[in-house]
């Protein structure tokens, strides 16, 4: 039935992909920061794997919010039932974005790293000295320490999946090796915040899943590029940030049902004993996860813009709008590969073949072989271009790359970027030939 849904869907996406480029200014409107000048030039944001910029529509959700329901949960008057109905109603909107059964498996939180790190702790308590714990060296250290220090604190044995240093992917024969009865837990990230690899999860939670281990997928780094699917990957978990992906500071975390009722996380009176409010610590953040909402309906909005006249559910609009911004941030990441092949004093860490375009996101982290990444950025600056140096905590890659104390640039185009601000940053990187 889900495999029949997915399919018809897929159909829809394929028919409309081609028109995002159509509608780009249209979308760019959208976004007020977008209309910020440096030295009466655009300002160009290619600070996007930092946090992205954020719609008017998420802006005036969270206005709304304040302005008409704000309350404390579980009271008997209108705005906290209003309230409430709000809250409700972005679960369902988020099990729509990871494609979960029942929006009952969304789990809100602060960020990423505060979930990783209360999720690490109660899974600890089901792990046993001797047990295994597998990590991979393309991740953030928010997918990577949490587990390490849990793993140490009880006793089990910590597994790296290494990298293949030529093109920043994950060493999947040695992933193979690393496999046994003995794992527990193996936790993965679905895309390279520091190079864009996209990495094979769907693969990798099959082999997993042989042994046994449950599979925790870190879809922050993919979410603005691609739509979450936790029925495909086949996960137990996969955790996203809002701030990502167009909408405001807040972590969405899905994880399966039978999990979140059977483990043990650490709770207080105030939170319920059933899911999804066992796992939630305090109150929450109410108009951000409204916000959060918002910003994945700003995105099926865009989904529909380009599919009119068609009746699509949430799901396949998402669907729709993800394989436009798949394909049209592929032409830009083949643009900027093309340009900068040109230039001899750059190096593009991690995929750089155009015809593997679809193995990567276009996040680029980039040397330059006279100018250190934080002089580099301060020229792209000058420039009206804004870009990140450093490693972005991916500190496992950027140690085993060698890349340590100064790191590399990084520049990443997401949908609301244009073929001339790749052109712009080109021209800055020329000038510095
Ligand atoms: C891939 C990846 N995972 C995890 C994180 C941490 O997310 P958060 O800031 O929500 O804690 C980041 C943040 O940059 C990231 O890029």
Known sequence: MLADRHSSQHFLTRRFAMQFGSIINSVRAQFPALSRTI??????????????????????????????HNANSHGDFATARESDAALDAAALVFADFFYADDPLEIVWGANMTSMALAMSRTLAKTWSPGDEVIVSQLDH???????????????????????????????????????????KFVALGCASNAVGTINPVEQMTRMAKQVGALVWLDAV?????????????????????????FGPHL?????????????????????????????MTGTQAHELIVGAAAAVDYLAGIGRQLAPGTDMTRRAALLTVYQAIKEYEQSLATRFLQGVSELKQVRVWGITDHTRISERVATFSIS???LKPCELVEMLD????????????????????????DGVTRVGFLHYNTSAEVDRLLAVLCELE
Not at 382 to 405: C, D, K, Q, T
Request: proline share 10%; aromatic share 12%; net charge neutral.
């Open 141 to 183: 250290d928010a997918n990577f320490t949490p587990w390490v220090m849990a793993a140490e604190r009880v006793g089990a044995v910590v597994k790296r999946i290494p990298l293949r240093k030529e093109d920043c992917t994950l060493d999947i024969d040695a992933y193979q090796q690393l496999l046994s009865p003995r794992t």
């Open 368 to 370: 330059h072989a006279r």
């Open 39 to 68: 030295d009466n030039q655009p300002a160009v944001y290619f600070d996007g794997p930092a946090g992205s910029q954020v719609p008017q529509a998420v802006i005036n959700a969270v206005t709304h919010y304040y302005t008409t």
């Open 382 to 405: 000058r420039h009206g271009i804004f870009a990140w140096h450093g490693n972005f905590y991916a500190v496992p890659w950027s140690e085993a790359m060698g890349l340590e104390p």
């Open 221 to 245: 780094h993919f979410a603005p590029h691609d739509l979450p699917d936790v029925q495909r990957w086949g996960c137990d978990f996969a955790i996203a940030s809002a701030y990502k992906f």
């Open 251 to 279: 972590g969405i975390l899905w994880a399966k049902s039978e999990l979140l009722h059977s483990l043990q996380p650490d709770k207080i009176r105030p939170a319920p004993n059933t899911p999804p409010g066992r796992w």
